[in-house]
């Protein structure tokens, strides 16, 4: 049974958002705060929020198909066609959810912490499922959600890391609907960790780790206005820069 608590005022009403009653996904702003909650009015005055279950006790799992993540390069000369790792959002025998988000973010870091990164890009296997851009620091960095309401035991998606940046260990961590009155946060993947990356992290991978860094951003900027003015002398037989995100 879901947690239900009393709140004062219309205003929480009107402003709070949620998975489950966006039919065709979840909103933007899910991305930097997936922790939702839904909430009901009970009268002119009050406004009933219902609480996220116990994540331990959630009838989902997040599986991933790999232990590791690799660098673009070494899965080339392992013959592999590509670096992606696929994700699957699952139901216990005889459950079912209607809506989630899931996003790829640092192993073991607190979900509801303000500088909470989200790394790489999703890539849907079918029509139920779509990417959501989110915050684009560096890179097409976002998470994924439904494309509608309907029953579902299980949906799987791809994940693509940056290219050539070493993110270090990560989770895939989801929000997942049954009901508006039913739903649980903060449900993990086991980690995945890095393989095949040599080098210390170029000045863009520094930035898509900890992309909340002052001191980082401005030496980004600072970078790539230099790089601007190499291209601009070109003309006069200047070479042009480049930012990378290796080392």
């Not at 239900?4 to 709070?16: D, E, I, N, P, R």
């Not at 994540?55 to 080339?76: G, H, L, Q, R």
């Not at 013959?79 to 790829?104: C, E, M, S, W």
């Not at 600072?222 to 790089?227: E, M, P, T, V, W």
């Amino acid at each position: 049974m879901a947690g239900f608590q009393f709140l004062s005022g219309l205003v929480l009403f009107s402003v709070t958002v949620s998975v489950y009653s966006f039919i065709i996904g979840a909103p933007p702003d899910t991305c930097g705060n997936p922790t939702t909650f839904h909430t009901e009015p009970l009268n002119e005055t009050h406004v009933g929020q219902y609480l996220a279950q116990n994540s331990s006790t959630a009838p989902y799992k997040v599986i991933i198909d790999t232990k590791f993540y690799e660098n673009e390069t070494y899965s080339k000369v392992l013959g592999k066609p590509h670096n992606r790792v696929r994700v699957t959002l699952r139901a216990d025998p005889g459950d079912y959810f209607r809506g989630f988000f899931i996003q790829a973010t640092r192993a073991n870091y607190a979900l509801d912490r303000g500088d909470r990164p989200a790394y790489g890009t999703f890539r849907p296997a079918d029509t139920n499922s779509q990417p959501r851009r989110c915050r684009s620091a560096v890179g097409k960095v976002g998470g994924i959600t439904h494309t509608g309401n309907n029953n579902k035991t299980e949906i799987s998606f791809d994940w693509e890391p940056p290219r050539g940046c070493n993110l270090g260990d990560i989770q895939f961590v989801a929000t997942v609907v049954r009901a508006y009155s039913e739903y649980w946060v903060d449900v993990r993947s086991d980690v995945i960790a890095p393989s095949g990356f040599v080098g210390d992290r170029g000045l863009l991978c520094q930035l898509y780790v900890n992309p909340y860094s002052k001191i980082l951003q401005r030496r980004v900027l600072s970078a790539l206005r230099n790089i601007q003015t190499m291209q601009q002398s070109r003309r006069t037989g200047g070479t042009a820069g480049t930012l990378s995100t290796q080392g």
